[in-house]
């Protein structure tokens, strides 16, 4: 039985001669051929994936696990997720959870709605980043509740999905941020807490393995 889940993030993808997107950190920049090796390597051990939603669902005793269960989680809504990450998880047979900078859509190097559009078509989950991918830590309140409960609002009239997960901005979390949360509606809030996620983990701060070009290891420096 699963006890313990790992999510791993991902930020740009570097596919072929793309220019990096503006913002985006190479320390977190991985090759494309990097991320097909990881991802064969996952099946071929026989691993599934999970979603945010489903994680939550096992979370609170509703559903069961395969044995070898892991979360991929993708940052910022990097054009790459759509051009270099999608067809791979596709080809696997494996789902991704994509948290999207709302304020970041449609900017060069970013993903547009059309395509954010297609990744729910094929199955993909949507979560917040916040409006402007700004850490949401050292905000007034006023300004807090409206990264959180805009960029939520807008995902779901624009995608017509609802969003119940968010990435923490840069992994930044607080029980500010928490609460704040919590009143906009998420069920789910990812954050810079290196490690797995139980049926106790908090889930308003739970943890992620952060992916970069040497190897894993938690958000430091930027999520």
Known sequence: ????????????????????????????????????TLMSQ??????????????RTWQQGGSSLPARTVMLTFDDGYASHFDAVVPLLVRHRFTGTFFIAVD?????????WD???????LGMEIGSHGLSHQPLTGMAPEALRREVAESKRLLEERLGI???????????WNQDVAKATQAAGYDAVWVSTIGTNGTETNPSALRRVVVHRRGCRGHQRRA
Do not use: C, N, W
């Open 162 to 172: 609802r969003v119940q997960a968010m990435s923490a901005p840069r992994g930044f």
């Open 104 to 112: 970041l859509v449609g900017q060069p190097g970013y993903m547009t």
């Open 42 to 55: 996952l099946r071929q051990r026989g691993y599934q994936t999970v979603s945010s939603k489903l994680f």
């Open 115 to 121: 395509q954010l559009r297609k990744l729910v078509f």
């Open 1 to 36: 039985m699963t006890t313990r889940i790992v999510a791993l993030t991902f930020h740009d993808i570097a596919a072929g001669d793309a220019a990096a997107a503006k913002g985006s950190d190479p320390f977190y920049r991985i090759q494309a051929g990097e991320f097909e």
